[in-house]
Structure formats: C-alpha cells, structure tokens
C-alpha cells in the first residue's frame, strides 16, 4: 500500500495554502467584500447561518415607518443579521419601490444594518423591457432582446445603470462600498418571471446574466458585490437547477427561494422537499466550491404554530447554509385583500416558536453575528 502517494502530498500543500479554498469570484473585489465573504464562509464551516429578513426596518404588519421598530426585534429582542431589499422600480425612475419603500429611506437603512456590521441583499423584481410591464408579465423573447444587438438592450443598460448609481452610492463612514448580497435573475427556474423558463433559452439567459454581472463590474467598476445565483425549489437534478448558471467566475453562493402553502398538515412534505433540495444543492456547492443558503423563504402568515423549529429548522441546520431570508411582513395588502407576512409580530400565535428559533445556537441575528466578526 502506497501511503505518501506524491499526489496526496501535493494535493494536501494546496489545500493547506488556500490553492483550492473557496474564494470571492471578483477578481478586483474591494476589502469589504472580500471579508464579508470570508465572514460568511466562516460561519458555515461554525455550522451557523444568518437569520434575514425582507424589508424589516421599513414596515411591519401593523406599523410603517417608525425609526427603530422591527417586528423581528419586537419578538426577538434583537435584529435580523440579514436585511433583504427590492429594487423593483427603480429602473422606471420612481421614488419608491413596487412595495411602497422610498428608495431614500433604503439606503438609510442599507448605511445603518452597514454600520452595525451587519449584512445587505438585494433582489429586483425588472420591469418587462418589451412590454414595460411588471416583472410577473411572461411575455417571452425579453430575455433575447436585452442582450447585446437585442432591440431592448439599451433601455436594459439604462435599467442598470439606475441600479448602479443606487448601489454606488451606498457607502459607508469611510467612503468605502458597502458589500452587497445581489441576486440577479431570482428565481430563475420558474415561469413567473419573463426570465423564467417559459421565456428565454438557458443560452440566453446564461448571456444576459454574463452581460449583467460584467457590466457592473467592469464598466460601472462594481467591485462590491458578492453574487448569489438563486432558482424555485422544485428542480430534480443539478441540470435543472444549474439552467441560467453563468459560470463559476461570476457567481458566490448557489441558492433557491422556498415557500409552504395551504394547510399546517403539508409542514412534513415541506420539510422533506426542504431537506431533499438542500441536499442536492450542497453537491452542486461542493462540486462548484461554492457557499449556499436558502436566499428567501416562508409560510404566509405562519399558521403552523411550531414551523419554525419543527419544520425548517432542522434541516436547515443539517446543512452548511451561509444564511436564510424569510420575506416581507407587508400587513395587510389592499390590492390583493388579503394578509401577507413570514415572520410573526408580538402578539401571534407563532410569537414563542419564533423565540424558541431565535435561541438555537445556529440561528444569528444581529448580536450573535457582530460578535462572531468582531472577534477577526
Ligand atoms: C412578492 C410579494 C409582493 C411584492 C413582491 C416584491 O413575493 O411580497 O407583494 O410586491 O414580492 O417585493
């Protein structure tokens, strides 16, 4: 039996210098970035995630606007070490976005969850550049016409070169980026959006996501950015998942977006996809040398009870998650009649359950995570 075989030997002085460590995929990404990923991975290999919230500082189910206030820390004691924000309509040149939140006040909050060292992730919901309709309009070829040559790849820059202003202009005390979390395309494995499935080759996709992560790099020198690729939850195999996967230079962490429906009584068969599609998608990380984390997820209006330790927890801290990101507690929503909301306010039924999450050694809120930096 050959014991120090030479390729062993080398392989093992690789690893051990950091040759094949996992690394941000900005080659000229800024110091922020850089440790901010290096936090994240360090985290997983702890076996803790981060706990996110959507939109958590702006609005919760029975207030809006009310500095301080978070319906997570209403329960908690603490805030979420991960804030979720939406761009949707900040292409179009609005004040505030498709759910209302004025752009100004975003970046307030974007500067404040900064200065409290804690973590940022964007999504945005594009306007349909062929239609100008919302991002729910399906209408297939936008993602052909977008890219270059496309007759819609103009007004797709001018899309992103109002995004870019936005980002570059979130800056911390030092003048310095502040690293954001972007996830380009959520989503993409569904049909809901015009760059679902319905509406575009993965070809296609695979060049407009290209196109998009170079423009911001390289032409509007973007270097903050950790890009996190984020499909549905009902892919079978990796080739499914992996449908607009642009390539391991342009991309960080490997996500999906999650959702139980109907009654309490499908918590099991929830759990079980869960655990199945964190299971394939750890392959997918570890074959790419890639972090992962479930980039959105919830249960409207929580009517189990004990969801959150009973149904998600356990797998999620069964796997090497960087982060989860329950969505937004818009309240009650005009349009749609109806309540939306995934994380409970004081006051719900679910409010205990949800502290008894908060307790678990591998959830981190905003204290756990600050301390877990402040110790670099
Ligand atoms: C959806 C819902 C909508 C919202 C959209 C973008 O899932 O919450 O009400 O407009 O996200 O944030």
Same mark, same amino acid.
């Given at each position: ?107 307030? =909050?974007?500067?404040?969850? $900064?200065?409290? @060292? ?7 919901? &594009?306007?349909?550049?062929? *239609? %100008? ?75 407009? =996501?290209?196109?998009?992560? $170079?423009?911001? @790099? ?7 950015? &950790?890009?996190?690729?984020? *499909? %549905? ?144």
């Amino acid at each position: 039996m050959k014991i120090f075989s030479p390729i062993i030997i080398l392989v093992a002085y690789f690893m051990s210098n950091g040759v094949f460590a996992q690394k941000i995929s900005d080659s000229h990404a800024t110091k922020e970035a850089i440790l901010l990923y290096n936090n994240l991975l360090k985290t997983t290999q702890h076996k803790k995630y981060l706990v996110g919230h959507q939109d958590d500082l702006a609005y919760g189910v029975h207030w809006k606007y009310k500095n301080g206030k978070s319906d997570v820390k209403d329960v908690t004691g603490d805030y979420p070490a991960l804030y979720g924000w939406e761009l949707a309509d900040l292409e179009l040149g609005h004040d505030v976005n498709i759910d209302s939140v004025p752009f100004d006040k975003m970046k307030d =909050y974007i500067r404040f969850a $900064d200065k409290h @060292r804690s973590v940022v992730t964007i999504s945005w919901h &594009i306007n349909n550049p062929v *239609t %100008g309709k919302n991002a729910w309009d399906t209408t297939a070829g936008a993602v052909k016409a977008i890219l270059p040559g496309g007759e819609k790849h103009a007004i797709y820059v001018a899309y992103l070169n109002k995004v870019a202003a936005f980002i570059q202009d979130l800056k911390d005390e030092k003048g310095e980026l502040i690293p954001i979390l972007y996830r380009p395309f959520h989503e993409l494995t569904g049909n809901w959006f015009w760059w679902g499935v319905q509406g575009c080759t993965p070809e296609d996709l695979q060049a407009a =996501y290209r196109f998009t992560v $170079d423009y911001l @790099r390289n032409e509007r020198q973007l270097h903050n950015l &950790i890009i996190v690729y984020n *499909t %549905g939850d009902r892919f079978t195999n990796a080739s499914e998942f992996l449908r607009g996967y642009p390539g391991d230079d342009y991309v960080d962490v490997v996500s999906f977006d999650t959702y139980q429906y109907g009654e309490p009584s499908n918590s099991k068969a929830f759990g079980e996809n869960l655990d199945h599609k964190l299971a394939l998608l750890q392959q997918i990380a570890t074959e790419h040398n890639k972090m992962m984390a479930v980039a959105e997820m919830g249960y409207n209006k929580v009517p189990d009870r004990k969801w959150f330790t009973q149904t998600v927890s356990p797998f999620l801290a069964k796997y090497p998650i960087a982060y989860t990101l329950f969505w937004r507690n818009a309240g009650f929503k005009p349009k749609d009649k109806e309540e939306e909301y995934y994380v409970p306010y004081k006051g719900h039924p679910a409010e205990e359950n949800f502290k008894g999450y908060y307790k678990l050694p591998e959830t981190l809120f905003a204290n756990d995570w600050q301390k877990l930096v402040e110790k670099d």
